[in-house]
């Protein structure tokens, strides 16, 4: 069983992933994304991933079959596992509960040479779709308060394998990252009874300096203080705290921001591993007037050294108005 | 002039270095390690960075040439630079000011080959002395809240030059992770009154299942909440919140269990990359009961992917006991 333990001076949370078990030697060679050979995702090796829990696109229901669009299944090594209670216990003056919760991996395509940023945009449709049932489905279980839903490319990203997946986490308490917009932006709202993020999204459009593309429902845009080259945000226009609220009528709108969004990324720096997440309100949560769904795209571009880790400051060497004309100009 | 900027939702700043001005193709091959030719920091080329700031071992007064055992120098590509004021100002709702501050590289040795792990104590003991150096010396400038005091050793962990050293950047606003460590203790100091640091130190002696090694003034532990397999911190078994107020005598005791903490973790790991940062008081602080001063070093084994960016929540495969037991039992 997996532990969440929470450092007492900071509240941060992590999870001790037993499952993943290593020895001290396991790190001694960093291991390298599988190229070649057998693919548990790919059709045909349904049988060797744990039974899914969705699939789109076969003409028949025969769960675990080949002929399907798109298949999400548990995680065969999950950072959480889904039966058991929390037992939030103590251990002196440390805090402790036990590692429930779910983790998927949403398989995109059957083809396992496609990359994400050439799929269709009806293909992204269908992947933005999937993560939407995910979060309805898993959102009805109340131990869980929140779910990641994020997207590994690339070795130097974290992905382990090479077949195009994004990822969901549900987790028994609200991240950190999560709690911290949740109060900034309502600090902000009590302040001027106004959603930071809507705020943002208007000063974007009015100065013109960051913006990346956009269509009538959404923006993307380089924020003013990135972590990284090339970070970008992709936001609804219209305010909405909750990814799950999103209307029928957008999904096309969000993928064709979003296909575009990653196409203009490639462009200007051919692979780059990335990582994307969804930032969205927790799960059940009432409509919220401070805070706004969005995605968060993550190039990995620069290292997590000493000063980093030690300060929470991150040090960038292109402004977002500069790495926003390469990305603006590159189509 | 590098920027700082704030991120108006989380209240994470920045820094934006131009000076380090890249393009986008400059990301498409990582830089490695310089390996063999031309190394600014072996003595006989002083002339080629900046003037030194601090130099210990020079028989005779001749700054910039050979001669010295350790030499401190401004950071040739510095991430914030030192002439200047402020300028605290708005742009719309986002906050920026200058960024000022400073960015030195610590030459821990005259000899390029040797690496941290392999130095003798009482060389560690100068390290750790010019690290007292410069902290005194970088808090009389009254524009500077902090100087982060790190060590990025091997190209995972963000080190572009082989020859051995550290850094220090002296920063002109506290950092998040130490506001966070100050607000926490605090915190927890208002409800106790008793630091949680040397309640830490108490329960792991009594524990005794995250103790590395220790002396009489030194403690190395492997942290209940780690995020990193082998993460180790080092702390001062006498309550004290700034490491410029430790008394002379301390010096060795620390030296001596930084070294043996440091030969633990090449033994189990050999080579392992690994950053290693200095907590400690912000400058001229007044002693304070809740926080205590110590190291924290993180070997980076694991990748921060999509999950960690997106949680600010770690997955962590080793339990820090058994790291404990390997680092223990190695040697």
Avoid at 9 to 19: D, F, K, M, N, Y
Avoid at 90 to 108: F, Q, R, T
Wanted: glycine share 6%; charged share 25%.
């Amino acid at each position: 069983m997996p532990e969440l333990r929470k450092d007492p001076i900071l509240g941060r949370w992590i999870i001790i992933a037993t499952e993943r078990g290593k020895r001290p030697t396991d790190f001694i060679i960093e291991k390298n994304t599988s190229k070649g050979g057998f693919c548990p995702l790919c059709p045909g090796n349904e049988g060797t991933t744990p039974a899914e829990v969705l699939s789109y696109g076969r003409p028949t229901p025969a769960p675990n079959k080949p002929g399907w669009e798109l298949r999400v299944v548990p995680n065969k090594y999950p950072a959480l596992v889904i039966e058991g209670d929390l037992n939030k216990e103590g251990e002196g003056l440390y805090d402790k509960m036990n590692g429930i919760g779910a983790h998927e991996v949403l398989i995109e395509t059957p083809d396992h040479n496609a990359s994400f940023t050439d799929l269709p945009p009806n293909k992204i449709v269908q992947i933005f779709w999937a993560f939407r049932d995910r979060l309805v489905d898993l959102g009805r279980d109340s131990r869980f308060k929140y779910v990641m839903v994020f997207k590994n490319y690339g070795q130097a990203a974290g992905a382990s394998l090479e077949h195009s997946h994004s990822q969901l986490v549900a987790l028994p308490i609200l991240p950190r990252m999560i709690v911290s917009e949740l109060e900034g932006s309502l600090t902000y709202y009590k302040y001027k009874e106004r959603c930071i993020f809507c705020d943002i999204i208007r000063q974007e459009i009015r100065d013109d300096v960051r913006i990346v593309c956009q269509n009538d429902h959404f923006l993307t845009i380089t924020p003013y203080a990135p972590r990284s080259p090339f970070e970008m945000w992709v936001l609804p226009k219209n305010h909405s705290s909750a990814y799950v609220d999103m209307d029928d009528s957008s999904f096309h709108a969000l993928a064709n921001i979003f296909s575009e969004t990653m196409k203009r990324l490639a462009l200007c720096i051919p692979n780059v591993p990335y990582n994307f997440v969804l930032h969205t309100a927790p799960l059940r949560a009432e409509p919220m007037k401070h805070f706004h769904w969005h995605f968060e795209i993550m190039p990995k571009l620069t290292q997590i050294a000493g000063f980093e880790w030690g300060s929470g400051f991150y040090i960038n060497p292109i402004p977002p108005e500069v790495s926003a004309r390469y990305l603006k100009e590159v189509m």
